[in-house]
């Protein structure tokens, strides 16, 4: 069974960073791409950053130019380093791997950490 866990969510003031960690583990094969989601209150879950195995990254509008998605293939792990963070960043952030086993590919989310920006 494959799972996913994130760290790094917390409470920082606007301006700040935080750094967030999802590292699946498991029966794992591959894994084709990494992504980060965000959902505030009363809001759907949306798209915030992705990155391909191969290295090409996409990122929403409201993360470009602040927000940067990296991976280290070999642990298994995406990141998402957040800087200039605003209060309208505030949600619960989730990671989300598409993953291949022996038996099975699919895509896994993990269990989502709070970010929240308030001074």
Do not use: H
């Amino acid at each position: 069974q494959v799972q996913l866990v994130e760290s790094g969510g917390g409470l920082v003031q606007p301006g700040g960073s935080l750094r967030l960690s999802c590292a699946a583990s498991g029966s794992i094969v591959g894994i084709n791409a990494m992504a980060w989601y965000r959902q505030a209150p009363g809001k759907q879950r949306e798209l915030v950053a992705a990155i391909t195995s191969g290295g090409s990254t996409g990122y929403a509008d409201s993360a470009k130019g602040r927000f940067t998605i990296s991976s280290d293939n070999a642990k298994n792990t995406v990141y998402l380093q957040m800087d200039s963070l605003e209060p309208e960043d505030t949600a619960v952030y989730y990671c989300r791997m598409d993953i291949a086993t022996m038996t099975y590919r699919a895509p896994v989310w993990g269990q989502g950490t709070q970010v929240t920006v308030s001074s």
